[in-house]
């Protein structure tokens, strides 16, 4: 009966170190999977933010806000895109940062 007992203690130890191995493994994978997920969503976000700033370009060169029509009107439009333009970049990686939490 001694003898019973003592395979059943090494059994037990047995399933207790492949429970032990088993979340070893998934403690390991967890970072890799956060790591893949927080790309995507840096991707998602860039697109958007791309996306977005696109569209605030487009309507902005349909539409005239301010009411000048002629050369003048054209001017300001075309100052207004090229400083979208210039600070396109800045702004999607300002969103990005605030998406990540890093601001």
């Known amino acids: ?40 969503l840096i991707a998602k976000a860039k697109s958007d933010a791309h ?11 349909t539409s005239d806000t301010s009411g000048q029509s002629g050369a003048s009107g054209d001017s300001t439009n075309d100052e207004f895109e090229a400083s979208a ?8 990686a300002f969103v990005l940062e605030r998406v990540i939490g890093k601001v």
Not at 7 to 33: D, G, M, N, S, W
Not at 51 to 61: L, P
Request: proline share 2%; net charge negative; charged share 40%.
């Open 51 to 61: 996306e977005e700033a696109r569209k605030m370009i487009a309507s902005a060169q």
């Open 1 to 40: 009966m001694n003898e019973k007992h003592i395979e059943q203690v090494l059994e037990i130890e047995k399933q207790a170190q492949e429970v032990q191995e088993k979340a070893r493994k998934e403690a390991a994978e967890i970072p890799v999977k956060a790591e893949q997920e927080a790309q995507a």
């Open 85 to 92: 333009k210039k600070n396109f970049d800045k702004a999607v």
